[in-house]
């Protein structure tokens, strides 16, 4: 009895040891795990397209990095119902985009809202993590007008509601600007009033194409909207002759000047003249030696 009472205590206490230890084991590789943390964002293009865009990193501060090929899920998220949209991977800066096609209807909240939850479920040295993003759909109108003869550029923002009534937005800034080679040159920053409306007055000494034709671009990024871009081709610009002509003779220009070309000439035939006769003087010089040396 007591051999049996001793070898059961030993088995109770060896399953309590693993028990304990696998416990520990699993505490630590929870330890282990690094935080990850996800950043989401909403943009309209300008040919109104939608773009979400996710980041997700590691690390803080100088140490933070991109996570690179990790799925992100997402999910259009309404008052009562979840729509899965698809899933993206990230790339080597841990960034990812998802396009939508305009006319894409998002499911709402009870304030109107679009939102749009982005979810990466972790592996085994990350945590898991999701971020939300909401916004309204905000349209843009953008119409060119010539008073006096001074030009007008005019916005006009609006929401449309399920049965297609516009609703005019104030107090949105917009960036008004035209496209440049490799950036954009923003001219003014204008805000709507209380009818959605926004003026500028467009310069008359924006150079353009060939044909006067310029972009314009009307830019707005609020919280509520995200970032909103407007792109409309107008022939508002000046136009610019790309055309290439020679400048004829001169120093820099595609020909030396006349006078430059005459000069080395001279130059060159003077110098050839002096080795030529210096050479002749030389074979002179020798003859006449070997003479004195005959005699």
């Known amino acids: 009895m007591k051999t049996r009472y001793i070898t059961s205590s030993i088995v109770l206490f060896l399953i309590i040891f693993c028990a304990a230890a696998l416990d520990v084991k699993s505490n630590v590789n929870a330890q282990e795990k690094q935080a ?12 109104n397209d939608l773009k979400i865009s996710v980041i997700l990193i590691k690390g803080k501060g100088k140490d933070m990095v991109g996570i690179e090929n990790a799925e992100i899920f997402l999910t259009a998220l309404g008052e009562e119902e979840e729509l899965p949209l ?17 006319g894409f209807v998002f499911p709402k909240n009870e304030k109107g809202f679009a939102v749009v939850n982005a979810l990466y479920n972790g592996n085994d040295s990350l945590e898991s993590s999701d971020k939300k993003v909401k916004f309204k759909d905000l349209n843009v109108d953008v119409s060119f007008d010539i008073v006096d003869s001074v030009k007008h550029i005019t916005v006009f923002a609006y929401e449309v509601d399920s049965v297609g009534e516009k609703t005019p937005v104030e107090e ?21 009033d209380d009818e959605g409306i926004a003026y500028m007055e467009f310069p008359n000494d924006i150079p353009g194409d060939s044909l006067g034709n310029i972009t314009v671009i009307v830019f707005a990024e609020e919280k ?5 871009t407007k792109a409309i081709v107008s022939d508002w610009g000046t136009i610019v002759d790309f055309s290439i002509t020679s400048n004829g003779r001169s120093l820099f220009g595609d020909e030396a000047p006349l006078w430059m070309t005459i000069s080395i000439f001279v130059i060159l035939i003077g110098a050839w003249f002096h080795f030529i006769f210096a050479g002749f003087k ?14």
Not at 86 to 102: K, M, P, Q, R, W
Not at 224 to 228: D, F, L, P, S
């Open 224 to 228: 509520k909207y995200g970032t909103v």
């Open 36 to 47: 990850s943390k996800l950043r989401i964002y909403y943009e309209k293009l300008p040919d």
């Open 282 to 295: 030389v074979y002179k010089m020798s003859k006449s030696i070997t003479k004195v040396d005959a005699n």
């Open 172 to 192: 949105i800034g917009f960036k008004i600007g035209v496209e440049r080679l490799h950036s954009t040159l923003y001219l003014e920053e204008v805000e709507t």
């Open 86 to 102: 698809t899933s993206i991977f990230t790339d080597v800066n841990g960034e990812a985009d998802l396009y939508i096609e305009s």
